[in-house]
T-cell receptor
Framework: AQSVTQLDSQVPVFEEAPVELRCNYS??????LFWYVQYPNQGLQLLLK??????LVKSINGFEAEFNKSQTSFHLRKPSVHISDTAEYFC????????????FGKGTRLHILP | DAGVTQSPTHLIKTRGQQVTLRCSPI?????VSWYQQVLGQGPQFIFQ???????GRGNFPDRFSARQFPNYSSELNVNALLLGDSALYLC??????????????FGEGSWLTVV
């Protein structure tokens, strides 16, 4: 069965500390991988994506994620977080040439401590 | 360019009523998807339309229906509303279908409260 697992529902971290948000997926076909961010009372914004090529992808605001096919993971990292990074982060998967749906994880709430 | 626009932004309905939510995709995008996001959960796939044809349907009852118009805008209809239908309904658009690797872009959503 196809699924996305975000192992942590909440991650508290001090400002300027590094953070990793974990994501694992299960699929019998090749996948495309995404991280979306949702600020309070807003819709989802694309943070970064992996379609093909280099397994390390980066966003403009300092986040990066690495696709690990053997471990079926797509963890999100940032070396130094800011208060403005407080949000809900969703890992998502779409399936190459298959179902036209995207499966989302349950989300990880990133809570930045001053 | 305008992003994905949805209307209404907030609405309150009574159990048993019907609701229609509207979505205009990004200009040039031919694929529209609908997702339901219950508080504290990730979005759940409801429907996907491409070139006015239904291309995917999630695990939702027949009370949920949708359509896509010639201008690629879309409507989501929910009949016989239940309290459990209270959620943020998100519309997303992409140039082609998600299965081709196209990124989907979300609107701000329609908050539906059923009382």
């Amino acid at each position: 069965a196809q699924s996305v697992t975000q192992l942590d529902s909440q991650v508290p971290v001090f400002e300027e500390a590094p953070v990793e948000l974990r994501c694992n997926y299960s699929s019998s076909v090749s996948v495309y991988l995404f991280w979306y961010v949702q600020y309070p009372n807003q819709g989802l914004q694309l943070l970064l994506k992996y379609l093909s090529g280099s397994t390390l992808v980066k966003s403009i605001n300092g986040f990066e994620a690495e696709f690990n096919k053997s471990q079926t993971s797509f963890h999100l990292r940032k070396p130094s977080v800011h208060i403005s990074d407080t949000a809900e982060y969703f890992c998502a998967v779409s399936f190459m040439n298959r179902d036209d749906k995207i499966i989302f994880g349950k989300g990880t709430r990133l809570h930045i401590l001053p | 360019d305008a992003g994905v626009t949805q209307s209404p932004t907030h609405l309150i309905k009574t159990r048993g009523q019907q609701v229609t939510l509207r979505c205009s995709p990004i200009s040039g995008h031919k694929s529209v998807s609908w997702y339901q996001q219950v508080l504290g959960q990730g979005p759940q796939f409801i429907f996907q339309y491409y070139e006015k044809e239904e291309r995917g349907r999630g695990n939702f009852p027949d009370r949920f229906s949708a359509r896509q118009f010639p201008n690629y805008s879309s409507e989501l209809n929910v009949n016989a509303l239940l309290l459990g239908d209270s959620a943020l309904y998100l519309c997303a658009s992409s140039f082609r279908t998600p299965s081709s690797g196209n990124t989907i872009y979300f609107g701000e959503g329609s908050w539906l409260t059923v009382v």
